[in-house]
Nanobody
């Protein structure tokens, strides 16, 4: 079936940058909205950014001006460029996507396994 795999997480210093990638694979007819969520210890999972199939973007206020979401539809991949990272950005980042697996079905929501991002000096 469909699988979402994140990559690019790691440990960076405050002010540094990191680029996350999420590739969708499996029986995919089309992908609609894609997004990134994050969950810090003791906190609820929150939306970081999302992007429609046409490229319209939306960001959480806490990351506006620092993060950029983009996608490559030919590669079924969504990216999150994170600049000027802060310790408060430390969390597990999850990829999310609305995917249609055939022309006879509607879309379903899928989640990746998550990738750890740690911002610390």
């Amino acid at each position: 079936q469909v699988q979402l795999v994140e990559s690019g997480g790691g440990l960076v210093q405050p002010g540094g940058s990191l680029r996350l990638s999420c590739a969708a694979s499996g029986s995919i007819f089309s992908i609609y909205a894609m997004g990134w969520y994050r969950q810090a210890p003791g906190k609820q999972r929150e939306l970081v950014a999302d992007i429609t199939s046409r490229g319209r973007t939306n960001y959480a206020d806490s990351v506006k001006g620092r993060f950029t979401i983009s996608r490559d539809n030919a590669k079924n991949t969504v990216y999150l460029q994170m600049n000027s990272l802060k310790p408060e950005d430390t969390a597990v980042y999850y990829c999310n996507a609305d995917i249609r697996i055939s022309s006879r079905t509607g879309s379903s929501n899928y989640w990746g396994q998550g990738t750890q991002v740690t911002v610390s000096s």
